[in-house]
């Protein structure tokens, strides 16, 4: 007997939502639905998923106010999903300034809106399709990526801010998920935008079929992104190996044996440093490969450079990343200081903040001996108005005052 596109799909979605959940299944998962196409099928196939399961379903719809209807569009989403037993909320997003790029801009704050939105759920599933997939990929071949670029969208992403991304529509067609809301009876919404030429994306997408016709078609795509991880994850373990060898971590710095990095094939040199600046500076975005390749090419000169908020600088024979100073001084936040350093259990009139020129004055000489002075004042430390109190990453005895929210760097390689 012929299997339904119905059955097909929910087994095939079915599946792919175990695998992520592989330590048991959370209570509560969100989901996004703008009410078009894909994101429709996403819930129907979720729902038909998760009452079998016992997960609770939650509905976020973002309108993004830019366009005439929106808000009856979510309106309707609202409804649909109050006839098929689901909470929904919509959110509204209000703040753009009309700078910068308009596409790049909404994605953001769709991003920011669902962190703000999902309270204790930690899971949040996203609509993007196996054509998703290859747009991706092919403005990423536009920009000109290198293998990481080139594995596509993950089916199962971390976030910076902590939630899980789950994408258990990538093996699965626009056209295939049309068809299942055909046979549900389900209606959805097209967003004009997605016939706007201006939009880099919306031309990738016109230019599929006539590579179809070539024989490259999407499930190709899907091909490469899975063989461009698996050689990914071989280049970031060799990284991992090399930096057991020549590497250690200190404070708030990444200090490599200087001959043994560079003695290292480049690729792995490339690694390195751009997972090292991530990791120091807390930016999710890697740094463009020119800048990348300048930094390398500038060290191995012996001179210091700057990049991605950090400071890379040679020092008795080793190759130093540590945080630029003035990036340090933007936090607003009193108890953690840039990001991910938290003060535990601080009485309240105590703050963590850079070490500083005046705290590094502070210090017993000998504490100021072992780390040069750039990667000496910023290190995090514990003030009571202008007095140091405690230098945790400096002194042994004083770790527990501070907490590095961050995992070790060794495990970050792998986990980008």
Same mark, same amino acid.
């Given at each position: +007997?012929?299997?339904?596109?119905?059955?097909?799909?929910?087994?095939?979605v079915a599946s792919q939502l175990d695998v992520a959940f592989p330590f048991g299944l959370p209570k509560h998962i969100g989901i996004a639905v703008s009410g078009g196409g894909d994101s429709m099928a996403l819930l129907h196939l979720t729902r038909a998923w998760a009452? #079998?399961?016992?997960?609770?379903?939650? #509905?976020?719809?973002?309108?993004?106010?830019?366009?005439?209807?929106?808000?009856?569009?979510?309106?309707?989403v609202a409804q649909w999903c109050a006839d098929?037993?689901?909470?929904?909320?919509? /959110?509204?997003? /209000?703040? =753009?300034?009309?700078?910068? !790029?308009?596409?790049?801009? +909404?994605?953001?704050?769709?991003?920011?809106?669902?962190?703000?939105?999902?309270?204790?759920i930690k899971h949040v599933l996203i609509g993007h399709t196996?054509?998703?997939?290859?747009?991706?990929?092919? @403005?990423?071949?536009?920009?000109?990526?290198?293998?990481?670029?080139?594995?596509?969208?993950?089916?199962? +992403?971390?976030?910076?801010?902590?939630?899980?991304?789950? &994408?258990?529509?990538? !093996?699965?067609?626009?056209?295939?998920? &049309?068809?299942? %809301?055909?046979?549900?009876?389900?209606? =959805?919404?097209?967003?004009?935008?997605?016939? !706007?030429?201006?939009?880099?994306? *919306?031309?990738?997408?016109? @230019? %599929?079929?006539?590579?179809?016709?070539?024989? *490259?078609?999407?499930? &190709?795509? +899907?091909?490469?992104?899975?063989?461009?991880?698996?050689?990914?994850?071989?280049?970031?373990?060799?990284?991992?190996?090399?930096?057991?060898?020549?590497?250690?971590?200190?404070?708030?710095? @990444?200090?490599?044996d200087q001959a043994g990095f560079f003695a290292t094939h480049s690729e792995t040199q490339s690694r390195l440093l751009s997972a090292g600046v991530r990791w120091i500076s807390g930016n999710a975005y890697r740094p463009r490969f020119e800048a990348l390749k300048r930094a390398l090419s500038e060290f191995q000169d012996g001179k210091t450079c700057c990049l991605h908020g950090c400071v890379i600088y040679p020092h008795q024979n080793t190759l130093r990343i540590t945080r630029e100073y003035a990036a340090t001084q933007r936090s607003a936040d009193q108890t953690v200081w840039d990001g991910r350093w938290q003060g535990v259990d601080l009485p309240q009139d105590h703050s963590v903040q850079s070490l500083g020129e005046y705290g590094a004055s502070q210090l017993a000489s000998d504490m100021r001996r072992n780390v040069p002075f750039r990667s000496l004042h910023v290190q995090p430390a514990v003030f009571f108005e202008d007095t140091l109190l405690y230098a945790p990453t400096l002194n042994p005895m004083?770790?527990?005052?501070?907490?590095?929210? /961050? *995992?070790?760097? *060794?495990?970050?390689?792998?986990?980008h």
């Open positions: +007997a012929t299997v339904s596109l119905t059955d097909l799909l929910n087994a095939k009452s #079998v399961r016992d997960v609770t379903l939650a #509905v976020i719809t973002i309108d993004h106010d830019l366009r005439t209807g929106s808000a009856e569009e979510a309106a309707r098929l037993g689901v909470s929904h909320t919509t /959110r509204v997003w /209000r703040d =753009w300034d009309n700078s910068g !790029n308009l596409q790049e801009a +909404a994605r953001q704050a769709r991003y920011r809106i669902i962190n703000d939105w999902r309270g204790d196996m054509d998703d997939q290859a747009e991706t990929l092919l @403005l990423r071949l536009k920009r000109g990526s290198g293998v990481d670029g080139m594995t596509g969208m993950k089916p199962i +992403a971390l976030h910076p801010s902590g939630m899980a991304l789950i &994408r258990p529509l990538l !093996n699965i067609t626009r056209q295939d998920l &049309r068809d299942y %809301l055909v046979a549900c009876d389900q209606p =959805w919404f097209d967003d004009p935008s997605n016939d !706007n030429v201006a939009f880099d994306r *919306i031309a990738m997408r016109q @230019l %599929l079929p006539q590579l179809k016709s070539a024989g *490259i078609s999407l499930d &190709r795509f +899907a091909l490469m992104a899975t063989h461009m991880q698996r050689a990914k994850d071989a280049l970031d373990h060799t990284a991992q190996d090399v930096f057991q060898t020549i590497g250690r971590q200190q404070g708030t710095d @990444l200090i490599f004083q770790r527990q005052f501070v907490q590095d929210l /961050r *995992i070790n760097f *060794i495990d970050f390689i792998t986990s």
